[in-house]
């Protein structure tokens, strides 16, 4: 008896060498087959939550009713419309989207997926199986990366919903388990993916933390020992929930995630600056020759990555940014431009990395742009602008011309938006802007007030007047 049972398990077990795992049907490989589970957790939804005891839900919106600032904080966030996101929208519209993974990290927890992906037809990453979701939460969804996906886990004992904090706390009216660390690390679930390709053109394939690592002795000393929170969640004092008496002030942390500065909304500029955003980049001018004589003006600039983490741009591979130096006449006509590109250039289809100009931490990157100088040129003016461009023109009308695949069970509307593209979602943010006045040498460099004033004004400029 003993005997077959272990035969039979033999069995079992060779065939599930053949078809991965016993339960699985035939020729679907199940997700924990395919993926590594701590080396690409993104390759797995979180669980399906239970409402967190003493919260009567786990939405955003139910945390939101007690720690009304954080709330504030995190809706005016990237992470707050990452599904919302336009392009995001249009690229997970493409028919080689791996879209089940892509919401993976976008809408993160099993309460916002309306299946659940078991495993791979054939393995492949295209054909996910999926079994409806009874616990599916629409209101949830629109949330994107909700504050369950960081905060809320099932107690591995009783499975029932826990709150992940980082200090011991008497007064919290739901569960909470004190784990500083994990929850500091968080961020390395979906910032840090790096690992095999998937498909032709999976894109999200940054390496952040790698980023961080290795460039850490390069970084100001009290920063050398900073993780992603030290920068993108400064620290402030408060109360951190109202309607409770007595709660004591105490260090807490700012939930805005502020980025690269290039926000989802054109509304969203009003509130960058007090959203903390300060460019990383440092713009300083070397020299300039040629301005009284000669065929050519020559100006230095020493671009330098002042206060970034990692690599200056960082993350999705599109981002780049954009140095141009442009003369103009004395009734403003242009007469010569020079530009300057920092970012990662990628061939796609299949995805490869050719080439990476990127500042990494501290990093300063000499430019001399050499112009032709007009004969007789007395007065006029030199301009330097520098953008952070998250989406050129190109790749925008491309996006607008997939529009009428847009999930619209996903974002209401999705379609007109995304055919209207360039009128509702910010391509590029001006990170600095100077003038010098040729004739009487003064140089006037743009407040960060005017740089936002310039950046909403993009909305109007049409696709083929822009220069990114
Ligand atoms: C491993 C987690 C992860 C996966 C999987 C993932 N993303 Fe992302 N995605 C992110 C993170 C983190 C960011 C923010 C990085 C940034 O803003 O540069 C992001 C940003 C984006 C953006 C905005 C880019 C920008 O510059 O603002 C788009 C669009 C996007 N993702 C599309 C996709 C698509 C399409 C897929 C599936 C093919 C996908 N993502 C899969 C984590 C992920
Ligand atoms: C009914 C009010 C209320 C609701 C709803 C609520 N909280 Fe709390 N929470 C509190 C109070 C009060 C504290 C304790 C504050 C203190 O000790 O200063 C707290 C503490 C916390 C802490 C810190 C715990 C620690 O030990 O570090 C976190 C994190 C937290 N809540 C997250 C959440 C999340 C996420 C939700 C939604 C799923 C939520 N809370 C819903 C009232 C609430
Ligand atoms: C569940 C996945 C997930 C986790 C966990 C996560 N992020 Fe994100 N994060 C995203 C996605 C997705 C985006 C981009 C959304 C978009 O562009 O639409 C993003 C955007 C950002 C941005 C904004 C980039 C910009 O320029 O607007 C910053 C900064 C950021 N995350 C920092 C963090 C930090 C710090 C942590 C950890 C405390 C963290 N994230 C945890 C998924 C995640
Ligand atoms: C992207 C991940 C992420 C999301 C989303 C997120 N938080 Fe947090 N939260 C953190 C981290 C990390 C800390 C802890 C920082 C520390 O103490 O080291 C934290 C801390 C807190 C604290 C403790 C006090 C403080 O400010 O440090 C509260 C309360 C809290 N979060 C509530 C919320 C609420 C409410 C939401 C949704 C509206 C939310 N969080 C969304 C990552 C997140
Ligand atoms: C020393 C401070 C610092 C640390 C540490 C840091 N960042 Fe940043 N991060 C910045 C600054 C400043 C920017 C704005 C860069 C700019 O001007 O575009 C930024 C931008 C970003 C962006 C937007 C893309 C871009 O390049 O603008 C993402 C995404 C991001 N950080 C994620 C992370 C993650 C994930 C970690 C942890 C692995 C991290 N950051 C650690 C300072 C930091």
Redesign the pocket.
Known sequence: MTRLASLLGLCVFLLAGCRAAPDAPPGVVPLSARFDSLAQPYAFALPVLDPVEGVDGVRAEDCGRCHQTHYAEWRGS??A??LH?LQ?QAEISKPDAPKWLCLN??I?VGNQRDSLVTGLAGGDVLRPVARPNPAFDARMQAEG?TCA??HVRPDPATGRSVIVGAFETDRAPHPVRVDPAAL?D??R???DPQGEPLTRNLVCWFETYRELDEGRAALPPPLRSAD??TC??PATRRRLAVGFDDLPLRTSHRHW??????P?TFGAYDSLLARGFTPALDVAWAGLDGVHGGDSLRLTLHLTNRNAGHHLPT?DPERFLLALVSLHDAGGDTLATARLRIGQTWAWNPARKLADNRLRQGETRAWTATLPRPPGLLRGRLDVTVLHVRLTTPNARHMMAGAPAVDEALLPGGRRLVAELPAHYPFATYVYAASLDLATGARRVATPEELIARSKAEQRRPLPERVY
């Open positions: 990237t992470h419309s990452a996101d995001f990290c976008h993160p990366v996906a960081c500091r968080v961020c679930r979906c910032h992603c929170g993108h969640m995630w502020t980025g690269g500065g290039v989802k993350a």
